[in-house]
């Protein structure tokens, strides 16, 4: 993704440009051995050699070139890429203690404010109180399986919304998983088809995706810039940051009123923020970070479900063998008398086949989330300076033909032991991440994608439009999603119809 109005800037910043570039050469050389990777130019090094788009490609192909643990600097940062999961396990699990820190974004902690969310905060005692906070209400199986209920209801609202208006479908998809995180995070329940304060959430998290998808902001890169006037040509970065850190501010700041004036009512739902709001003396700190934990639960938990989901519309669209074959397990299973739940999960292996598989195909965080180094350390005999930036190239990991066989397809039979074969590896254990950032939603994510998974699945046909095939095509940033593509939805058949119309009588 190309620079922000960067042109203009860049005349006047060239010399800043090259002392930074200078200076970070300097403090990181040169106690080699380092890790192999592509020979840079002086002082941008690879600057020019990694694409403004879908980055994950180029890192796979450099992983296929130069080994696991591929090397390589921007602008004088040492930068790293991990190719295979032992090489994630080895460096991300096994030295948690030092490669568990974020990389500071000027732009989306300094001039927006996302700080002291939990994906960018820094590793240190904040870090942990808004984990201990999150696994209070999502970091068990038990935990959320109390939300069973509520998933159902959503996801089976979602559904009549599909089948009124089908195009729209990744829409109605995320409108129900918003209500459901917003639920659980400040115990809100959706207002009608345009909830004001949906509206808000989602702006922002579309937001903070764009902000921290790799090279958007020059300012990232020459914190300096942060200086620079709104009005200097150039300087439209600014503008972004003023108004996007509104936006923040009103979704922090106004779902946390409501729930404190739900409390002073006596009518406040069991959440996040009540659980450690209510009945409590807090310092401003704690406060803030009981705020800033239910921000982060529905900034990380809301829209990646829905990218996923999306892209399980196109899985289902593209091979309509699975859709069928996780049909005939629901009509074996379940009939068609009744639309299927939690109770039935585990009786629906295919299903949760179909789960894992789209957690793979898809790989909607190609790269995760960065982790930064905190100081020197010297792994498998090659020297990593402390500043370093580890990237995790989880979607090279998730199509590496060495350990899926034919990684393009969607094919879920991967993820079951048919005829004594031994499954395929899970991809849980490389999409939700690695060592103290391992993703804390997990639990609900998987959840959220299975009630979605099987409520579709059990209701509707999804077919192609007649010579208009779609293919495996996705959008850019640090969160994918399908570009758009055209197909038909509709019940599958007149009793799914009949189910269809009965939750459209009660709501």
Known sequence: MPYDNAGVLLPAVGATVIALAVWRLLISRSKSPTFPGPK????????????????????YEWGRQYGPITSFTMLGQPMLVLNTPAAAEEMLDKKSAIYSDRPHLTMASDLVGWKDVLVLT???????????????VVGTRAAVDSYNAMLEVEAQKAAVRIRDDPKEFREHIRKGVGASILMISHGYKVQGDSDELVRIADSATDQLNEIVS????LVDQIPILR???????????????REW????????????????????????????????VDGKSLTPQEEANVKWAASSLYSGGADTPVSALSAFILALTMYPDALKKGQAEIDAVIGQDRIPGFADRDQLPYIQAMVQELLRWGAVAPLGAPHRLTRDDVHEGKFVPKGTIILVNEWGMMHDPDIYKDPMAYYPDRHLSIDGSKPERDPREICFGYGRRACPGLHIAESLMYIYAVTIVALFDITSVPGEVPTYSFTSGSLVRPVPFKCTIK?????????????ADSR
């Open 245 to 276: 850190r509104a936006t923040l501010t009103e979704l922090t700041e106004r779902s946390f009123r409501f729930v404190q004036q739900q409390i002073s009512a006596g009518t406040a739902v069991p959440s996040l923020v009540s659980i450690f």
């Open 122 to 136: 820094p590793y240190g005692d904040r870090f942990k109180a808004y984990r201990r906070m999150m696994h209070c």
């Open 214 to 217: 790799p090279g958007r902001f």
């Open 227 to 241: 200086y620079v006037p709104e009005w200097v040509p150039g300087a439209t970065f600014q503008r972004h940051a």
């Open 491 to 503: 019940p599958r058949s007149a009793r799914a119809e009949a189910l269809l119309q009965t939750l």
């Open 40 to 59: 840079g130019y002086p002082l941008i090094g690879n600057l020019l050699d990694v694409p403004t788009e879908h980055e994950y490609y180029k890192f």
